[in-house]
């Protein structure tokens, strides 16, 4: 299957990356390149692409719809190990930095990933292939009370606890295999006249997915990462597709940013708050309404930038 990823908010990336020709990108989230063929379009010879993915078939996707460009390096990795990633390149600092988080469209189409609600597939849903998590794993061994947790905060489900129950109750007579095993659950644990807000299915999935990639608990210490990596007027950009991830980005921002703590009757600071650098999105960047249109993905979106200023 071809790997098809319509960048969201492309414009507004490029445009937030304030991109040098000869500076040093990083794609955290490679994809299909769908960003990075953007960017590297930009740089001169001396300029560098690194594209970061834990999808392997996303690498070689990535690799073929940048053939024509010599300078890009390709790592199977995960853009939480961003300064070790550096690190190994011999790298210090970089000029600008894209994550484009969540899942991609490809995945979601694949449907043997099983990352999907629709259709009959093995429960997977590792952006990863190598790791040993997987979706089957978390509905088949997890304690209820631990699933409704995870399903509540990461999928903001209001009928986790009853999700939670009935996954147990299904468990003790055989083992949850498939996509198709896990949506029937969940639609029986959601009144009909509340399935009235797209797929039923579609929050425990999604945090399942989020659990099983561990998507969130890294996610403040991966943009502090990131910030520390950027060279002075180097910009990071980062798209979110939901509350929880959109909400840790921005607090990571605000404590980059610092502010002082001190009294306002003293003279100068004393409290010691060091600032890496400036907030550029005030508010975060969404989506125009024509692009809403053409690409329904691109409706939950929000784009925040950072500059390094140290």
């Known amino acids: 299957m071809e790997f098809k990823h319509k960048p969201v908010m492309l414009d507004e990336c ?47 996707a990535a690799k073929e719809n940048l053939k024509e460009y010599k300078n890009v390096k390709y790592i199977h990795g995960n853009h939480d190990d961003i300064k070790n990633i550096l690190e190994t390149l011999s790298i210090k600092k970089v ?14 189409d694949e449907r043997n ?43 903001e489900e209001r009928f986790s606890r009853q999700i939670a129950k009935n996954i147990c109750n299904y468990r003790k007579e055989k083992q949850i295999e498939t996509t198709k095993e896990l949506v029937e659950i ?31 608990k890294p996610l403040e210490k991966t943009v502090r990462d990131c910030i520390e990596s950027l060279k002075s007027g180097g910009r990071l950009c980062i798209i979110t597709f939901h509350s929880l991830e959109d909400r840790a980005v921005k607090n990571a921002y605000i404590e980059a940013k610092g502010k002082c703590t001190c009294p306002s009757d003293l003279p100068y600071c004393v409290c010691g708050q060091e600032s890496l650098g400036k907030i550029i999105t005030r508010k975060p960047i969404i989506a125009t309404n024509e692009e809403q249109n053409e690409n329904s993905r691109s409706k939950s979106a929000k784009l925040r930038i950072f500059e390094k200023t140290k």
């Open 95 to 108: 000029d600008g930095i894209l994550l484009d988080l969540g899942v991609s469209s490809y995945q979601l």
């Open 186 to 216: 969940i639609e029986k644990s959601i009144p009909k006249s509340k399935q009235n807000d797209g797929h039923p299915a579609k929050r425990t999935f999604q945090a399942i997915r989020i659990e099983v990639n561990d998507e969130i």
């Open 113 to 155: 990933r099983g990352f999907s609600y629709l259709g009959e597939n093995e429960l997977d849903m590792r952006m990863d292939q190598n790791q040993s998590l997987t979706a089957k794993i978390v509905v088949n061994t997890y304690q209820e009370q631990e699933l409704a947790k995870i399903i509540y905060e990461y999928g």
């Open 14 to 60: 490029i445009q937030g990356l304030n991109i040098k020709e000869d500076g040093i990108y990083v794609d955290g989230t490679l994809g299909g390149a769908g960003h990075s063929k953007e960017i590297v379009k930009k740089l001169s010879n001396n300029g560098l692409l690194i594209g970061i993915d834990r999808d392997e078939q996303a690498l070689e």
